[in-house]
T-cell receptor
Framework: NAGVTQTPKFQVLKTGQSMTLQCAQD?????MSWYRQDPGMGLRLIHY???????DQGEVPNGYNVSRSTTEDFPLRLLSAAPSQTSVYFC?????????????FGEGSWLTVV | AQKITQTQPGMFVQEKEAVTLDCTYD???????LFWYKQPSSGEMIFLIY??????QNATEGRYSLNFQKARKSANLVISASQLGDSAMYFC????????????FGQGTELSVKP
């Protein structure tokens, strides 16, 4: 998964702080998305984008903002962190949004909110 | 609404034996794809295999094969000749073409391979 880069890998935040999780890909993929994974669960979609300037909400969007100013980057912003946002976050990308496109994941970002 | 169900929270298999991980799905879309991912304890998501809804043959990738039964809406993963390194969480996921590319995951199956 070298093509999708997430930073930081680990972060501890205090309740109420803001931060941005960065996601970048160098594969010219149009489709990018953010997921969160809580213990013992599968990944849940937070926000996604089908191209620069286009974003939409996923299953669990509350408390998160995104923007897509370039094809390469899709940052996820936590405006006021809450303990419920403690999770592992994954960024993913694919060439298109169609069912046949391989989806590449970043290595994950471990976020703890205290 | 789309849904993925993995009914086996945990599975054990003896090394060198085959194992089947179950996955059923629900969708009203005609065009969709089914994915299996492996997540080792290190946390990364590793793509294993893909099956398209219009593919007539079951997908295979090395020791992995996908037993696709469209009428029953099942997409089971078969791992042949299990290895100790196969111990991990396994997730089934689905993506429908008309759903904006959203990837929906099941809750996963934890596979443990015994020596």
């Amino acid at each position: 998964n070298a093509g999708v880069t997430q930073t930081p890998k680990f972060q501890v935040l205090k309740t109420g702080q803001s931060m941005t999780l960065q996601c970048a890909q160098d594969m010219n993929h149009e489709y990018m998305s953010w997921y969160r994974q809580d213990p013992g669960m599968g990944l849940r979609l937070i926000h996604y984008s089908v191209g620069a300037g286009i974003t939409d909400q996923g299953e669990v969007p509350n408390g998160y903002n995104v923007s897509r100013s370039t094809t390469e980057d899709f940052p996820l912003r936590l405006l006021s962190a809450a303990p419920s946002q403690t999770s592992v976050y994954f960024c993913a990308s694919s060439y298109g949004a169609g069912s046949g496109n391989t989806i590449y994941f970043g290595e994950g970002s471990w976020l703890t909110v205290v | 609404a789309q849904k993925i169900t993995q009914t086996q929270p945990g599975m054990f298999v003896q090394e060198k034996e085959a194992v089947t991980l179950d996955c059923t799905y629900d969708t009203s879309d005609q065009s969709y794809g089914l994915f299996w991912y492996k997540q080792p304890s290190s946390g990364e998501m590793i793509f294993l295999i893909y099956q398209g809804s219009y593919d007539e043959q079951n997908a295979t990738e090395g020791r992995y094969s996908l037993n696709f039964q469209k009428a029953r809406k099942s997409a089971n993963l078969v791992i042949s000749a299990s290895q100790l390194g196969d111990s991990a969480m396994y997730f089934c996921a689905m993506r429908a073409y008309n759903q904006g590319g959203k990837l929906i995951f099941g809750q996963g199956t934890e596979l443990s391979v015994k020596p």
